[in-house]
């Protein structure tokens, strides 16, 4: 973690842990539901509840990576992974995060991972 996030980690309430899985290739240049072409690359987050736009700080292992909301997820799937219908909140993640935010935090080959969260807007 920088020092900057650190400071910035250091003066906000305690942090939330959140289980968080990445979404990428499949969605690449597809509209998000706040209307922004999804990159897989771009710091970025689907949450089923925040507002879009708000900023969370995520840690892992020493590693951070500040997402911004842009787009609504994680959604429950059956058993062949399609989208339950009507859709459902995950039942066991809080947070989908855009390939390149997975990378930054080390959890790629996981593809499920824990992380500490501090909302900073």
Known sequence: ??????????????????????????FHGRQTASGAVFDQHAMTAASPSLPFGSVLLLERDGRAVAVTIND????????IGAAVWPLQPHPTRQLDISAGAMKRLGGISAGVVTCRAWRLR
């Open 1 to 26: 973690m920088t020092p900057a996030l650190l400071a910035a980690a250091l003066l906000l309430p305690q942090p939330t842990t959140l289980t968080v899985s990445y979404y990428g290739p499949g």
């Open 72 to 79: 609504r997820g994680p959604y429950a799937v059956d058993s």
